[in-house]
């Protein structure tokens, strides 16, 4: 199978070397140091994004501001091949997608795996091993797309889980923008610490990785889905607040159970 991917950063480049075994891969990025980077790895790399064209499937993978444009550059053109995005939200996809082409095959993805670092100096084939990599069918999916995006994820080593765009924007406001948001909001109050911030254990430095984030893609993520962003925020709030409550009241059995069922919430993540 013939796979172009548009934007070759560290889902894009991970992919790339991910599905080269397996298939032909051709990637394109925007910046040109990037490009003789993926070059220089094996990859062929193209001088235009519309040098994808044809593939059975394009996967673009570009910053998230720019997936909705790169989809609509390539919906005229991909001929009925499967346009595949690995953004982290996925109503503006959905929405586009009810617009485009008839004759485009469009199916929103959204890979749960990542790093600390970025670029395709940090892609690593075996990013998607045994992580979830979701689905979401949009008004220009067929059960043809959809088995399609199914082989490539499956194919990078990742496990297939479908939802819709509403349940998957809901969803990732309470895994990704709230813990987003709280790991700034307390990486803000950390600094209170004073010149002990740098002492500074585990728990904190843990707690506080989100807070890393580049400003850009974090304000995308809080800005993209904002109404489920500020309910989750909220009920982040609501249970601090319960707890602090519990505090002023001196209730240990009430910090006691919030804490176990932390807990147990923890431990279903394996």
Do not use: W
Not at 24 to 33: C, F, K, N, Q
Not at 66 to 89: F, K, M, N, W, Y
């Amino acid at each position: 199978m013939k796979i172009g991917i548009a934007g070759l950063g560290l889902i894009g480049g991970s992919l790339a070397l991910a599905l080269r075994e397996r298939h032909e891969v051709i990637g394109y990025d925007a910046d040109a140091t990037v490009r003789a980077d993926v070059a220089r790895s094996g990859i062929r790399v193209m001088a235009t994004i519309e040098e994808l064209v044809p593939a059975d499937a394009i996967v673009v993978a570009t910053p998230m501001p720019a997936i909705v444009p790169t989809l609509e550059r390539l919906a005229a053109h991909a001929d009925g091949g499967l346009l595949l995005d690995t953004a982290s939200l996925k109503r503006g996809v959905v929405d586009f997608a009810a617009r485009a082409p008839e004759r485009a095959r469009i199916v929103g993805g959204h890979p749960m795996a990542g790093a600390t670092s970025s670029g395709f100096s940090a892609a690593d084939p075996e990013l998607f091993r045994d992580r979830p990599f979701l689905l979401v069918p949009t008004p220009r999916s067929d059960d043809r797309a959809m088995a399609l995006a199914g082989r490539i994820v499956r194919d990078a080593g990742a496990v297939v889980t479908v939802c819709s765009a509403e349940v998957h924007d809901r969803a990732m406001a309470r895994l990704v923008s709230a813990p987003l948001a709280t790991a700034a909001a307390l990486a803000v109050a950390g600094a209170d610490a004073g010149d002990l911030l740098a002492a500074a254990g585990p728990g904190f430095r843990d707690s506080t990785r989100l807070a890393e984030t580049p400003a850009d893609l974090a304000v995308e993520l809080l800005l993209g889905n904002p109404g489920d962003a500020r309910a989750a925020i909220r009920s982040v709030i609501e249970a601090l607040e319960q707890l602090a409550g519990a505090l002023d009241r001196g209730d240990r059995e009430y910090v006691r159970n919030i804490l176990v069922a932390a807990r147990q919430v923890r431990s279903q993540l394996g």
